[in-house]
């Protein structure tokens, strides 16, 4: 695992439980209290816990950073890729289907498993993503309808008014929705208002909400929340994702997929 993916654990691991320990944290990631130590260090420093004697605990401020698309699809990489194949099973059986795609990492390697995927060359897939957009296009799908507006840069996510009075006229059988952290109390968020306002749409007009989201996003709390776990039917993250958050999310009758790496 590398040092990046172990730091963005611990942080996960942080916000759901509360509290770390040094000595826990070495043995279950296979390294040295100092490698923990230094990574708490890093962590602290970022805001993103606080060090305390011994471990860590939770930070309660709101994150309002982002990584770019680029820098984002190379974070967790293989639990992306499973994550991908596994919310392959929710879309729909019928062929006419209409479907949203959410603007992301993980979204755009899900998109790129449809061209071999015979039912979904069919379906009308609407999305809000200049790359997913592009490379089903390129694939030869021909039921593809990019929103128009404003894009994004950091994200290269189309946003805006216009995208959203597209979306109100629209329904989808099912939604896929990246996001950048998922907890209990604030649902999905995301650190853009305008990019939460797409998600939010998207989800409110689709019959079906599947969220794709690896097991690093779990107990991050970003500063626009966009939908509350009530609106969530799914969610597929990978094997690492706490067992307590995992309870937790099928306490509040969500499915939870989890991919194996």
Excluded at 51 to 67: I, S, Y
Aim: proline content about 3%; aromatic content about 4%.
């Amino acid at each position: 695992m590398y040092a990046e993916e172990r730091k963005r654990q611990i942080a996960s691991l942080t916000a759901v439980e509360g509290r770390v320990s040094v000595a826990d944290l070495a043995e279950k990631f296979d390294v040295t209290a100092e490698t923990i130590r230094r990574d708490l260090t890093a962590l602290h420093a970022e805001g993103v816990v606080h060090r305390v004697h011994g471990g860590a605990v939770v930070n309660q401020a709101f994150l309002t950073t982002e990584q770019p698309l680029d820098a984002r699809s190379r974070s967790a990489s293989a639990a992306k890729n499973a994550i991908a194949r596994e919310a392959l099973q929710f879309l729909p059986r019928h062929a006419d289907a209409g479907i949203f795609l959410d603007s992301g990492s993980t979204t755009q390697l899900f998109a790129g498993l449809l061209p071999e995927h015979s039912p979904a060359r069919n379906f009308s897939i609407v999305t809000n993503s200049l790359p997913i957009a592009f490379d089903l296009a390129s694939a030869g799908l021909d039921n593809v309808q990019l929103l128009g507006g404003s894009v994004r840069a950091i994200t290269q996510a189309v946003v805006g008014g216009t995208a959203l009075r597209t979306l109100a006229l629209m329904k989808a059988d099912v939604a896929f929705i990246g996001t950048n952290a998922l907890t209990i109390d604030h649902g999905l968020s995301t650190a853009d208002a305008q990019e939460a306002a797409v998600k939010s749409s998207m989800v409110t007009n689709a019959r079906k909400v599947v969220v794709l989201c690896d097991s690093t996003k779990i107990g991050n709390d970003y500063l626009v929340s966009f939908a509350p776990l009530d609106a969530v039917d799914v969610v597929v993250t990978d094997a690492s994702a706490p067992q307590l958050f995992v309870d937790e999310l099928r306490r509040h009758d969500i499915e939870v997929v989890l991919a194996q790496v």
